[in-house]
């Protein structure tokens, strides 16, 4: 288990690092048809005409149809969350937390050092799957079986970590 606490550090670096390269960083990901249009398309959908059409109640000859802003952008690009999971500080300290808990799991495998390092998979893991989802549907087949990877490294921590709990 403590192989796959250092493999899965090891292959997220290679991940984010691809992703950066690639130039599908969260930094870089606004499309092309975001740049040629402008900031926000429309909605077709207007409440005033289908009001009008009911009945007439608040319909006004002269305003202008119920606009909803749609981002065209990539959201998960802004996302706080993300700039702060995918920064060189927080991929660091990922790195520096998986190497001590393999160390600690290497030389004491007891319930507290299980607990946590179970707690650290699961929460890993579920960031990794969010990330698979993107992947996927932002058509990155390559990053998207790394991320694949890295999420089945996780699970697979957790049935380490289940394994030992029960022999302990």
Do not use: C, K
């Amino acid at each position: 288990m403590a192989l796959l606490l250092v493999l899965g550090a090891g292959l997220l670096v290679l991940g984010i690092s691809l992703e950066r390269v690639g130039g599908h960083d969260a930094h870089s990901s606004v499309t092309a048809e975001a740049a040629e249009h402008s900031e926000y398309a429309t909605s077709p959908h207007d409440e005033r005409a289908e009001q009008a059409e009911r009945g007439g109640a608040g319909h006004d000859d002269h305003a202008e149809p119920n606009v909803t802003p749609t981002p065209t952008h990539d959201e998960r690009a802004e996302s706080p969350l993300n700039q702060v999971l995918e920064s060189p500080a927080a991929l660091g300290g990922f790195v520096v937390v998986s190497i001590a808990l393999a160390t600690a799991v290497w030389r004491r495998p007891i319930r507290p050092v299980l607990a946590v390092v179970a707690v650290f998979a699961l929460v890993a893991a579920v960031f990794d799957i969010r990330e698979l989802g993107y992947q996927l549907t932002a058509a990155h087949p390559g990053l998207a079986a790394l991320t694949g990877l890295i999420a089945a490294t996780r699970l697979a921590i957790l049935a380490g970590t289940a394994q030992l709990w029960r022999a302990s």
